[in-house]
Antibody, heavy 119, light 110 residues
Framework: EVQLVQSGAEVKKPGESLKISCRGS????????IAWVRQMPGKGLEWMGF????????RYSPSFQGQVTISADKSISTAYLQWSSLKASDTAMYYC????????????WGQGTLVTVSS | QSALTQPPSVSGSPGQSVTISCTET?????????VSWYQQPPGTAPKLIIY???NRPSGVPDRFSGSKSGNTASLTISGLQAEDEADYYC??????????FGGGTKLTVL
């Protein structure tokens, strides 16, 4: 069974750093792109970027380029999303999602990680 | 850059059909079949229900169907059931090699 399991909720202060994770299982982790999607409170979905764990090829949405870093450790089948200096506006639910092989869709999603940034 | 417009809300009674539209400002929908639809019940992660305009993943009921005409894609849900109440998002892989989501449509089953 394909599963993406994300790390738990985080509460941080502005200016702090953070790295959240998404562990894949039940499939060949290195053969599928993993995307990160933001959902701000009461708002819609926003594609942030994605990574191909097989060779760490990474692409970012222009809206998020330079704001976050996406990485992966294929030895432990885990993708990451990190911030070096959080802002209150980073408060959101973050989902990882697997790109469907050969198609432009995301077929499996993690349960989400809620990040709250507040002083 | 492409933008996708969805109606904020739609509603229908059990057993009825509803259609949710997704209109694009440029021409990527009309040129390619890179449209997907996702269902997000309250408090849960999104779930893929339609890919490549009109294909259903395994396990998705055939009450859900997708289509497109010109720059508008549509999701139709027939035989509405209470459990269909959720937010629905369209998504497009654009000619700029990025994904864009619509603003979402809240479906209320009356």
């Amino acid at each position: 069974e394909v599963q993406l399991v994300q790390s738990g909720a985080e509460v941080k202060k502005p200016g702090e750093s953070l790295k959240i994770s998404c562990r894949g299982s039940g499939y060949s982790f290195t053969s599928y792109w993993i995307a990160w999607v933001r959902q701000m409170p009461g708002k819609g979905l926003e594609w942030m970027g994605f990574i191909y764990p097989g060779d760490s090829d990474t692409r970012y949405s222009p809206s998020f380029q330079g704001q976050v870093t996406i990485s992966a450790d294929k030895s432990i089948s885990t993708a990451y999303l990190q911030w070096s200096s959080l802002k209150a506006s980073d408060t959101a639910m973050y989902y990882c999602a697997r790109r469907m092989a050969g198609y432009y869709s995301f077929d499996y999603w993690g349960q989400g990680t809620l990040v709250t940034v507040s002083s | 850059q492409s933008a996708l417009t969805q109606p904020p809300s739609v509603s229908g009674s059990p057993g009825q059909s509803v259609t949710i539209s997704c209109t694009e400002t440029s021409s990527d929908i009309g040129s390619y079949n890179r449209v997907s639809w996702y269902q997000q019940p309250p408090g849960t992660a999104p779930k893929l229900i339609i890919y490549e305009v009109s294909n259903r993943p395994s396990g998705v009921p055939d009450r859900f169907s997708g289509s497109k005409s010109g720059n508008t894609a549509s999701l139709t849900i027939s035989g509405l059931q209470a459990e269909d109440e959720a937010d629905y998002y369209c998504s497009l892989y654009t000619s700029s090699s990025t994904w864009v989501f619509g603003g979402g449509t809240k479906l209320t089953v009356l």
